[in-house]
DNA sequence: TATGAATGAGACTTCATTCAT
DNA sequence: GATGAATGAAGTCTCATTCAT
């Protein structure tokens, strides 16, 4: 029926309005500081709306968080990992990786800079989504170095602690890209921090 | 004047209850979730108390980090680079490290838990002490990395790019020692990660 | 629609319940004594509520004397100035001035009584309210005068002085009308002060 | 014993020394701003002392006034009614008053605005203290007004209604000698207002 | 007398949430 | 589905006053 469909869409268009402006203020004062109240004055609709999508500001910032797992997750998929053979492509890899870092900050800094801080604080509601996306990253990681172990080309390494390492690191130049206020510097950082662990490992 | 003794001694006293109560709540709850009240509870004062101690929230917890600040810098100033002449003096170095940071775990592993947890906020007002903490370990690393380039012993590296690296690294591991639920396994990674790195790096 | 009329009336009758009762305990109590628990107890809404339509006492207060200053002002232009030609004219501007504030007392005493008592106290924030009530009087009294010299009704005399001397005079007799326990007796001054204030002005 | 009178003078002057400093506080922020800690504060002394002298901040305010009214009644009682004998004994007496009151507010304008301003307060503590006051002025105006008649200087005059004026007029030009910014203009008025009242009275 | 730490009542204000329309 | 007025709990903070020393 016509009927249903129009509210059907009607729901998902305001549903949209609300996680579009919930970001936005997120954003802009972090998690504890925004009020449902300044969601629906961004979203411009009315307090009682709010509670018609959303149980509490916690829900409507789990509902965006499981957004974006998704998405960084599809792009991390993207990453080919069987084609890496030679220690060149060991470096291409290291790059390309960067590339998507730096392209997913400049286009979703913002967020991910929401992400970072607000799922490490102490009493997060959070935690179980930051858990999920950082064990996500480590398996990558993990992956990527036995891999390049199986093929003769790294070190004799800790794989465990190493991926941990490289972790760490991947999360401080991305936090120092976030947070900064000399972006640029940090942005710069990002490549020559992963080329320069990719070629510590290099036999 | 023995009054005058005995105000000056209830003050100390009462002072220190506050932030040993702050401190044991906000690593509970969280900055956020702890209330004046829940503080001025576990101190066993009342609420009027509080407010002749600490102009607020932020005043209290800042005098937490301050105190903290002091805590681990005398302890990494402690290191003494000069005397690092060999490989082996370098590994041992790297060990001691290590054995520093599971000490200070141990013994002021909430301190450093609230640290990290909460001044990634976004919106914190806690963002100057971070980044002093931050450069101020950043700049021991690079002094030791530098040293070890001097002493012919590390391989050819992008320095700054390194330390940051090692940072995260350091970070990252610390940071699950403190808060993940089998800290145990966590805590035995510390001296593997910081050995790692410090392998890595050796020509 | 329907509800939104609804709601607009609701919004008009709590906020006018909110001045009303806001005016009855200020006249009571005073502004320092008067709580908004106060008010809000006695216009029958919730402590939230009083936030919905007004940002602190003060701004209550505020609204409360721009609504007088509104009334009083309409009242007072009333009085037709160009009419007034011969000295029984005169006399009988003065009664009906008399009149007027005699009326306007029983009508609204309250407010007037409000505005007299807190608008002279020491860091008040509302001295420029008070000012500009003060001055509108003071131009039409001044006004009066000068047209009676003009017709040569009045005699020789320092106008802004003199002025200022049935601005207080005026203010005075009100003020006993409104303050002390014998209210009757100090109504009855009211027009014998207005009254002999002319007749000592005429030639 | 030379004991106890150390003690009676350190008494003294402790009180004398709140005293000065509640006058210095109240003047600058009003009543209702100060607080007790301001007054310890002013004085050099502790919460504790304060109550040592005085019940509460309306106790050490109503000394402040009863300090000043006797020393503002001591003044007036000085005017000599008796010696007026002719027109211009009349007029010289009027010039008299002007000039007690111009120097009364050159030496004790803050503490006049004080009392003006806070005595005048819906639910003011100091109804009475501010009654005394105003019927004790009255009564040596209207004393001045019926021996001006029994000497036939004057004209057929209500001399309730008109004592009632001049009282508010002298209010009235004092207020504004006391509050307004512009305070010379008004005090040169002070002295317009006063002679332009006594030579409307006259015959 | 003087101290000043401690109290605790009470004021102000915010905000998530509900509900009648 | 949308509204928005109303709620009321909960938190922050101030201050007059007490009391042991």
């Given at each position: 029926m016509a009927r249903t469909r129009a509210a059907e869409i009607a729901r998902e268009v305001t549903g949209r309005e609300l996680l579009g402006a919930a970001l936005e203020v997120f954003v802009e004062k972090g998690y504890h500081a925004t009020t449902i109240s300044d969601i629906v004055r961004a979203a411009g609709v009315t307090q009682g709306t709010f509670y018609l999508y959303f149980k509490n500001k916690a829900d409507i910032f789990s509902a965006l968080l499981e957004e974006y797992r998704t998405l960084i997750i599809s792009g991390l998929f993207d990453v080919d990992v069987a084609s890496v053979k030679t220690r060149d492509d060991?470096?291409?890899?290291?790059?390309?990786?960067?590339?998507?870092?730096?392209?997913?900050?400049?286009?979703?800094?913002?967020?991910?800079?929401?992400?970072i801080a607000e799922t490490t604080t102490i009493g997060s509601c959070f935690v179980d989504e930051a858990n999920a996306f950082s064990s996500g990253i480590m398996r990558e990681i993990c992956r990527l170095i036995e891999?390049?172990?199986?093929?003769?080309?790294?070190?004799?390494?800790?794989?465990?602690?190493?991926?941990?390492?490289?972790?760490?690191?991947?999360?401080?130049?991305?936090?120092?890209?976030?947070?900064?206020?000399?972006?640029?510097?940090?942005?710069?950082?990002?490549?020559?921090?992963?080329?320069?662990?990719?070629?510590?490992?290099?036999?």
């Open positions: 060991w470096l291409r890899l290291s790059d390309r990786i960067a590339g998507f870092l730096l392209d997913h900050i400049k286009t979703h800094g913002e967020f991910m800079r929401l992400f891999h390049g172990i199986c093929l003769n080309l790294l070190r004799d390494i800790d794989v465990e602690a190493v991926a941990l390492s490289a972790f760490g690191a991947l999360k401080e130049v991305v936090r120092q890209s976030c947070f900064d206020e000399g972006t640029a510097s940090a942005e710069a950082l990002i490549p020559r921090v992963i080329r320069s662990q990719a070629e510590l490992l290099l036999k």
